[in-house]
């Protein structure tokens, strides 16, 4: 295989037949009251979330996927509000699951706490970072004082040798704060920077949105980026698109900007990060992940309800009576999303819908259909130029693109994929 065939990672395993990740939302209880949560979170524990023994059961269940088991990541609300927490780690741990843990940046977060989880068997930590001063930060969290808890937990868990990801909702009010908060991924060291682009569930109804136009100018930044930081997207699953164009046109020595049409945005956000000396550092980019909701992807809730994701709030099931195992496997749901074909709109003309194929939480969120197009992208299926370098490089990669449409004239829309959808 090619090293361009190398632009996209694919799953291991059978995305049909076991998950790369499971998240287990253990609780909605949290202190913080966050812009943008997804699961609206409250003070108090639900007397209705899964026990100690029925959290067991569901670790069991996930071993069952066979191994290596998939990822299992405990988060909330805040599972410090768990007495349970470090107990169920130390479980899932025997049980061959490795299990890492997402909290919340609370007083919680103590050395001691970290130490704990450490000891139990947590392989990491995932922390939420969303602006690199704490006026942005506390601000979009709810609660002062959240920025350096973050920070000190975040210096704790590396010192302790924990994996840490750090993970940045990108939204009007920080995007173009995102090259300070990725120097601080730099400073501070961590395994991973996630983007995660905001789906309108929960609180985040009431967050406004990027256009198409300035997630494309984001989405070529965090692929700028990954030369200093390993980086990834989360609910912008366009970044493999991406990261497959500006391969081929790297390859032919094109100007990626011009070809595509990036916007100003994108020179802000790169004249940014140049002056805060990001990308003097060469590393290896790390490839995006082919990993969608319900292909590779699965969310448990609180209370055992089976989700493609946890920002699309479609029941597939419920761990207590369905084991997770059918449920992924064989479920309606889930099997629907894995198929490309079912796809509407755009998405299902795109010659990168089997690689890509939207977020299905924010087609849901803005339309009611998990098939639809993704609203948060502007491409215009068959307009990149390099259509035969693509299908080739699909190919290797082991994805049959589809069809691909005529590319659009001056006429029909300017440049290659900027179907601006500002509705």
């Known amino acids: 295989m090619s090293a361009t065939a190398h632009a996209v990672r694919r799953q291991r395993h059978d995305a049909g037949e076991r998950p790369f990740i499971v998240i287990w939302e253990s609780t909605r209880a949290c202190p913080l009251a966050c812009l943008h949560c997804r699961a609206e979170a409250v003070p108090d524990r639900d007397p209705r979330e899964l026990d100690t023994a029925a959290a067991q059961d569901l670790l069991d269940q996930v071993a069952a996927f066979g191994q290596p088991a998939p990822l299992f990541v405990i988060t909330g609300g805040d599972p410090f509000q768990r007495p349970d927490l470090a107990e169920l780690i130390a479980y899932g741990h025997k049980a061959g699951v490795r299990v890492a843990v997402s909290p919340s940046g609370t007083p919680t977060l103590t050395e001691e706490r970290l130490r704990e989880l450490h000891a139990a068997g947590a392989v990491g930590l995932s922390l939420s970072l969303d602006g690199s001063t704490a006026d942005l930060h506390d601000g979009f969290r709810g609660v002062p004082g959240v920025f ?6 975040w210096d704790t868990a590396r010192a302790l040798g924990m994996k840490v990801q750090i993970n940045t909702t990108v939204a009007p ?3 173009r704060d995102l090259p300070d908060i990725v120097r601080l991924v730099a400073e501070h060291g961590a395994m991973l920077w996630s983007a995660f682009f905001l789906v309108p569930t929960g609180r985040g109804r009431n967050l406004g949105a990027l256009t198409a136009g300035e997630v494309e100018d984001v989405l070529n930044f965090v692929y700028d980026v990954g030369l200093s930081v390993p980086a990834k997207t989360t609910e912008a699953h366009h970044f493999r698109r991406v990261a497959l164009q500006r391969r081929i046109l790297a390859d032919r020595g094109e100007d990626h900007a011009a070809v595509l049409g990036l916007g100003p945005l994108y020179q802000e956000l790169t004249d940014r990060a140049a002056r805060l000396g990001l990308g003097r550092t060469r590393r290896v980019r790390r490839p995006p992940l082919d990993v ?3 292909r590779g992807f699965v969310f448990v809730s609180h209370t055992g309800t089976v989700h493609p994701s946890g920002f699309l709030p ?11 195992t059918a449920i992924y496997r064989t479920s309606d749901l889930f099997t629907g999303l894995r198929d490309a074909d079912r796809l509407g709109g755009r998405c299902g003309t795109c010659e990168f819908r089997r690689v890509c194929g939207g977020s299905r939480s924010r087609a849901y969120g803005v339309t009611g259909d998990p098939y639809a197009e993704e609203p948060w992208c502007g491409y215009l299926p068959g307009s990149f130029p390099y259509q035969r370098e693509l ?3 699909l190919s290797e990669a082991g994805d049959a693109p589809a069809p691909a449409r005529p590319r659009p004239t001056a006429a029909e829309g300017g440049k290659e994929h900027r179907v601006q959808q500002e509705r």
């Open 391 to 393: 299908a080739a490089l």
């Open 292 to 294: 969608n909701a319900g």
């Open 173 to 175: 009010h920080n995007v």
């Open 148 to 153: 350096r808890w973050t920070l000190d937990a």
């Open 314 to 324: 479609l029941g597939a099931g419920n761990v207590r009576r369905t084991p997770l």
